[in-house]
C-alpha cells in the first residue's frame, strides 16, 4: 500500500502499486515530482495518517565530546520542498505537529531535540503552541520573510523557550547557523562556517547530513557544536586486523560460554580481571537487571544472572571495548539501540531475541574496532545466520539491518517497505523509541 507520509504529502489518488519493481524503488516514487495539472491545490489528508503522537526516526546528534547530545528529528525533504512551492500550510501543519510531538519525549530526557520546519507553519497558531521548552527549531526559507514578520515569529518561539536557528548567515536574531552537508561541498561548508563566524561570532552551528562517520568527527574538531550523519560508514575501508587484547579476552569468554562451559570456571576466569569483575557487580546490582537483593561476588553474580544474561552482558562489553574512536560512545549507544530494537521485533521473525540482540549489538563493531565486519567478529564463534548476516549483508536477517539504516537515515519510504516485515511502520516507529530509552539507560550504565 501506499505508506502514510505519501499520502500525508499529497498522492493519496494514486492506485497502489503492487508489482515487484514498484516495490523496490518507494525512494525514487517519494522523489518524484509532482503532477504538473494539479497546481497549488489543496493537498489531502486521508485517515489512515498516524495521530499526532506517532513517533518520527530519530537521527542522533553528536556533541565534542563525541557521545550522543540529541536527535534531529527532520521532516521529509518533499514537505519542505511543498512549502516552497506554496502548497496549503494546513495540510502540512498536520504533519509539522507530529514532528514537533516527537520532540518532546527527547527534551523531557534532558536532550536536544532539532528540527526544521517551514516559516510559514510555525506561524500557524496550532502549530506554534505544540513547539517544545528547549526545541532547536530551524525556521526554512525565513529569508524570504518579510523583515518584521520573520523577528515576530523568532520571538513567539524563543518566548516558548524555542532555540532557533537558520540555514544561512543573517542579521535576524537566530541562535544558530544550520548546514546541510549534503547541499554544500567540504569547501562551501568552510567559507558558509567562516562568514556566519565573521559576521555573529560566538553562535554557534550545527551540521548534519554527513556522508560518513570520520567527516562527522573532523566537523566536531573544527567547531561545531552538534553533527549528525553517516555513523555506520568510514571515509576509507578499514585495514585488516585483529581485535585488541581485552577485545579477545571477552571473545574468549563468549565462546566459551556458547560452547557450554562450566560457569564456575567461567566466574573464575572474570575475578582474573578486576575491571571485568567491577563492571559485572555494578550491572548485577543495577536496575537494569532488577535482582531483587545486593550481589557482593563475582560467582554470586554469574549465578544470579544466568547464561543467557551473562551472554548479553559480555556481548555489550564487547561492543563497549571499543574506543579507538572519538565518537565511540556515539556508536556503542546506537548499536544499544539497535540491539533493542531487533529484540523487540523476534516475534515477527521467529528466531530467539537473544539472537538479534546480538545482531543489533554488533552491527556497530566493525566501525568501533576500525576493522572490516569479517575480522571483527572472527574470534567469535556465532551462529551462521549472524554471520551471514553481518559480513554478507544476506539471508533471513539482513532486512532487519537495511531497516535500522533506513531509520538513522530518515529513509521512511524504504522504511515502510521493510517494516512490512515487522509488522507495519508504525509498530516499528514506536519499538524504535522504546529502543532508544532503554539504551540511553544502558549507555548511561557503561559510561558510570
Not at 509532482?34 to 489512515?48: N, Q, T, V, Y
Not at 521529509?76 to 494546513?90: H, K
Not at 556515539?330 to 521473525?349: D, T
Request: charged letters at 20%; one cysteine or more; a neutral charge.
Amino acid at each position: 500500500m501506499l505508506n502514510w507520509l505519501s499520502r500525508l504529502l499529497g498522492r493519496g489518488d494514486a492506485a497502489p502499486s503492487t508489482t515487484p519493481a514498484a516495490r523496490a524503488a518507494p525512494a525514487q516514487a517519494a522523489g518524484a515530482p509532482a503532477d504538473p495539472s494539479s497546481g497549488k491545490a489543496a493537498l489531502r489528508i486521508e485517515s489512515s495518517v498516524p495521530p499526532a503522537n506517532t513517533p518520527c526516526p530519530r537521527i542522533p546528534l553528536l556533541d565534542r565530546s563525541g557521545q550522543i547530545a540529541g536527535f534531529e528529528v527532520l521532516p521529509p525533504d518533499v514537505m519542505l520542498r511543498r512549502a516552497r512551492e506554496g502548497a496549503n500550510v494546513a495540510t502540512l501543519a498536520a504533519y509539522a505537529t507530529m514532528v514537533l510531538a516527537s520532540l518532546k519525549p527527547i527534551r523531557a530526557a534532558g536532550r536536544a531535540g532539532l528540527t526544521m520546519l517551514p516559516w510559514q507553519l510555525l506561524e500557524r497558531p496550532a502549530v506554534l503552541q505544540t513547539v517544545p521548552a528547549g526545541a532547536s527549531i530551524v525556521l526554512d526559507g525565513i529569508s524570504a520573510a518579510p523583515a518584521e514578520q520573520a523577528r515576530e515569529l523568532i520571538g513567539k518561539l524563543q518566548a516558548q523557550h524555542a532555540v532557533v536557528g537558520a540555514t544561512e548567515s543573517t542579521d535576524l536574531p537566530v541562535q544558530f547557523l544550520f548546514v546541510d552537508g549534503r547541499l554544500r561541498s567540504a569547501e562551501e561548508r568552510q567559507v558558509l562556517v567562516q562568514s556566519h563566524r565573521s559576521a555573529r561570532p560566538g553562535v554557534p552551528w550545527v551540521i548534519v547530513n554527513l556522508p560518513n562517520v570520520d567527516a562527522i568527527e573532523a566537523a566536531l574538531r573544527e567547531g561545531a557544536e552538534l553533527a549528525a550523519g553517516r555513523l555506520d560508514r568510514t571515509a576509507v575501508a578499514p585495514e585488516k586486523g585483529a581485535p585488541g587484547p581485552q577485545v579477545a579476552k571477552l571473545c574468549r569468554l563468549i565462546n566459551q560460554l556458547v560452547s557450554g562451559a562450566d560457569t564456575a570456571a567461567l566466574a573464575t576466569e572474570l575475578r582474573s580481571d578486576v575491571a571485568l569483575s567491577y563492571q559485572l557487580l555494578r550491572h548485577a546490582n543495577s536496575p537494569l537487571l532488577g535482582v531483587a537483593r545486593a550481589v557482593d561476588s563475582v560467582d554470586q553474580a554469574v549465578l544470579l544472572m544466568g547464561r543467557d544474561a551473562l551472554y548479553r552482558w559480555l556481548t555489550v562489553m564487547l561492543v563497549s571495548a571499543g574506543e579507538r574512536r572519538a565518537s565511540s560512545r556515539a556508536l556503542q549507544e546506537i548499536a544499544l539501540a539497535r540491539a533493542r530494537l531487533f529484540e523487540l521485533l523476534a516475534p515477527r521473525v521467529n528466531v530467539p531475541p537473544q539472537s538479534l540482540f546480538t545482531l543489533g549489538l554488533l552491527s556497530m563493531i566493525d566501525v568501533l574496532l576500525q576493522l572490516p565486519m569479517a575480522d571483527a567478529i572472527a574470534p567469535l564463534s556465532l551462529a551462521d545466520n549472524l554471520q551471514t548476516a553481518l559480513v554478507r549483508r544476506a539471508g533471513l536477517l539482513a532486512p532487519l539491518l537495511s531497516l535500522a539504516e533506513q531509520l538513522e537515515r530518515r529513509q521512511l519510504p524504504d522504511a515502510e517497505v521493510t517494516a512490512g516485515l515487522y509488522g507495519g511502520i508504525e509498530a516499528v516507529l514506536a519499538a524504535s523509541e522504546e529502543a532508544w530509552v532503554w539504551a540511553a539507560q544502558a549507555a548511561a550504565e557503561l559510561r558510570a
